[in-house]
């Protein structure tokens, strides 16, 4: 059994933007569950949703550079994980997570050096520490404050660092000035350190100090290796190849599963899929839009980033909207992508159905009363929607990249390789066809509900990778 603390900017319940939180809201249970003890350090932001939680240290003094804080630390149990919160209202009482209308807060650098420095006073006062787990650019100084810092602190001897990459096109690079703001010696700053063209990077950081690194999927591991997909990075993971690998995401069946959904108005499984007809069919209602269950509903729930390459969507949507089809789009993120798609539905509201905004519940319904779900990423790391939408019958039509292609296959899904118009629609016409042969349609669905990709291999392999270490 080991001690582990993770780091991180989000973990659901409690403050969620992306896949990320699903991930730290449901790997620490499955390693609890594994016989590891478990603490993830997060902040206390004003919008967190916590129910109720016990103030376990009341006056932590810290310093990130010449700034002094004083934090407390709060502590909720779930599933025997705990999770500590650092209280600092000056920096975490904000609306947003990391930024209000589009606008990154000025000073992130500090609000999430001073998260490394709270779990490193965590594991110092309150949870004993074999392996730091620091996830995404957020905890990148984790590692360099442990081994440069704090070097001769016998608090940490032993005390091993590892570093998920969720996403690569995060890296949390901040002008050189900062430097002194954050703390860190000067002699760290060149390029085999945690300077990056001239700034500083915490994920650089995080990748060099690291014992070890790994990202969400297999083929991502390889990818950010490329200079496609490398964003800048890619000479740096060859050079720490030895010690990178792939670990794909589990999911969490409790919340995403369409036998026990309490989010849809009828459950369904594999060997019963009259639920799923009722559950489009309310969707369609909800979205009103034209009430037909024959004709096939695309779904897309996404964060509206370059990333999940949703300007595809928008370059065919006039020749979509020729076809004998319907599309759900739920998502809230870069302010033109939104207006795109607003414009998009209210030329044609009898194919399109538009919802800009964040809301989980939408979210299961389209999961659910889709028939097919796409994702035509330009790279997606793991992406956890499309493993969703197989266990809830709704096809996957996804670009071959990272983890959309490690999860989806010609069994299951759709796909295609190109990053180009054409190619997702090419895709989009293959699925079209396929749909009218409804047996083997069914057929399809079914070897999609009956996948698993629970966390419990995933777990396995993240403590063997902690015991490597
Ligand atoms: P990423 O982390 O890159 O956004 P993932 O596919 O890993 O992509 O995870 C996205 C998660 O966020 C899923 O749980 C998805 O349901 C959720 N999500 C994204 N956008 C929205 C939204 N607008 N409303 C509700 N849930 C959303
Ligand atoms: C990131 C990635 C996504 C991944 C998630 C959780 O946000 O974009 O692909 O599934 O992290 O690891």
Known sequence: MSRILMVTAEATPFAKAGGLADVLGTLPAALVGRGEEVGVVLPRYSSARISSSQRI?????LAV????FVVAIDQVIIHGVRYFFVDCPPLYDRPGLYNED???YPDNHIRFALLNQAALGVARNIFRTDIFHAHDWHAGLLAPYLRANFALDPTFFGAKCVLTIHNLGYQGNFPASTLTELGIDRALFHPEGLEFFGRVSFLK??????DAVNT???????EIQTPEYGFGFDGLLRTHAYKLSGILNGVDYREWNPETDRHLVARYSASNLSGKRD??????????????????????????????????VAAIAQRLAGQDMALAILGSGEPDLEDMFRSIASARPDKFAVRIGYDNAVAHRIEAGADMFLMPSRYEPCGLNQIYSLRYGTVPVVRATGGLDDTVDEETGFKF???SPDALYAAIGEALTAWQDREAWEARMRRGMVKDFSWEVSAARYQELYRSL
């Open 102 to 104: 589009g606008v990154d």
């Open 65 to 68: 550079g010449p700034h002094a």
């Open 417 to 419: 390789r190109e990053f």
């Open 57 to 61: 240290w009341n006056e932590m003094p």
């Open 216 to 222: 969400v999927s297999p083929n991502y591991a390889r």
């Open 205 to 210: 950081a995080g990748i060099v100090w690291s």
């Open 279 to 312: 559950s489009k069919l309310a969707l369609l209602e909800e979205l009103a839009l034209p009430i037909d269950s024959r004709r096939p509903l695309f779904g897309i729930v996404s964060r509206l980033v370059r990333q999940k390459g949703l300007d595809l």
